[in-house]
């Protein structure tokens, strides 16, 4: 069994920051990409930004230079710090992780339950 803790959301203004944090726990063996999703109220869920386990990233274009994935390969976690927000980027946020749980499983796809963010002047 996987779980995937995340924190960090709330509510916000215009143009303030925001860290989002995600911790995977439970039966790891080994964890490949992980990433951060978003899904706003009658739209359907996107892909913010992802990371592999060496480091290299991928970015929704909506936050190109404004957020930044990270993660911690020892803790499991993986953070998305979030700057300049605006109002589209309210939203409920997920995060994924890959994860094989012994040498010879299949590597499947966890998810958090969700963090909102909120932001509005």
């Known amino acids: 069994q996987v779980q995937l803790v995340e924190s960090g959301g709330g509510l916000v203004q215009p143009g303030e920051s925001l860290r989002l944090s995600c911790a995977a726990s439970?039966?790891?063996?080994?964890?490949?990409?992980m990433g951060w999703y978003r899904q706003a109220p009658g739209k359907q869920r996107e892909l913010v930004a992802a990371?592999?386990?060496?480091?290299?990233?991928n970015y929704a274009d909506s936050v190109k230079g404004r957020f930044t994935i990270s993660r911690d390969n020892g803790k499991n976690t993986v953070y998305l710090q979030m700057n300049s927000l605006e109002p589209e980027d309210t939203a409920v946020y997920y995060c994924?992780?890959?994860?094989?749980?012994?040498?010879?499983?299949?590597?499947?796809?966890?998810w958090g339950q969700g963090t909102q963010v909120t932001v509005s002047s």
């Open positions: 439970g039966s790891i063996f080994s964890t490949f990409d």
């Open positions: 994924s992780a890959e994860v094989r749980i012994t040498l010879a499983s299949f590597v499947n796809k966890y």
């Open positions: 990371i592999t386990k060496s480091g290299t990233t």
